[in-house]
């Protein structure tokens, strides 16, 4: 009994490590992009770009590496990769028709986008294409994976899969300040696909390509 709770503890103090690192870094990330902006010419420097790129790749490492300990697995071998690519396939189509389906419901019930999408799309306009691609669609997608599905899911909840999927989905949410009903169905939904792809197969990579390929499309439209 007394080894449960002192693992609980321990996984519970990891987790906290964990959302404090992440949540640290990414402040800092958000902080770069906003005080590079040069409003006289609405873009970034090369310079700034870069050193933004740079702290984007190094806190996505930094994450992996804190999760790693956790002996959290970014790829299964028990998974084939024919298996994976249609999990990954299965999971991008499913999301990109949920997300399809709620922007819809949206657009008709809102006059505006999530603030939170609103604030990150502006931010973003005057990065260079592929710095902007580079943030949102590969280092955002890791390091928010590796927290709400690697961390809640797998360290916390590990035991408790439906629990972790849940509740890992509803924090997933409010970290995006939905403002509306609607948005809230489109956050907890997305973070439940995520999260199912990942309990289902124990591999991190999935959710994150799944994310990565969702935020590449909504990058087109």
Not at 79 to 103: N, R, Y
Not at 169 to 186: G, R, T, V
Request: glycine share 6%; hydrophobic share 50%.
């Amino acid at each position: 009994m007394r080894e449960k709770t002192s693992e609980g503890l321990s996984n519970i103090l990891t987790m906290l490590v964990l959302a404090g690192t992440y949540l640290l870094l990414y402040t800092v990330l958000i902080f770069l992009i906003q005080s590079s902006y040069n409003p006289a010419t609405k873009d970034f420097s090369g310079s700034s770009s870069l050193l933004i790129c740079l702290f984007g790749a190094g806190s996505s490492i930094v994450l992996l590496r804190q999760l790693k300990k956790s002996e959290v697995l970014l790829y299964n071998p028990a998974f084939s990769v024919k298996k994976t690519i249609s999990v990954i396939v299965l999971g991008c189509l499913v999301k990109l028709l949920f997300i399809l389906g709620m922007a819809t419901l949206i657009t008709k019930n809102s006059e505006s986008m999530a603030s939170s999408e609103q604030t990150l799309s502006q931010m973003m306009q005057g990065l260079p294409f592929a710095v902007s691609i580079f943030i949102f669609c590969v280092c955002t997608p890791i390091m928010e994976e590796v927290v709400f599905r690697g961390g809640i899911m797998s360290v916390v909840f590990k035991n408790r899969l439906i629990i972790g999927i849940i509740v890992s989905s509803l924090i997933f949410a409010s970290f995006h300040l939905p403002q509306n009903l609607f948005e809230w169905i489109l956050y907890i939904g997305a973070g439940l696909i995520l999260g199912l792809s990942y309990g289902k197969t124990n591999q991190l990579f999935i959710p994150f390509a799944i994310h990565f390929f969702t935020n590449l499309f909504s990058s087109y439209i």
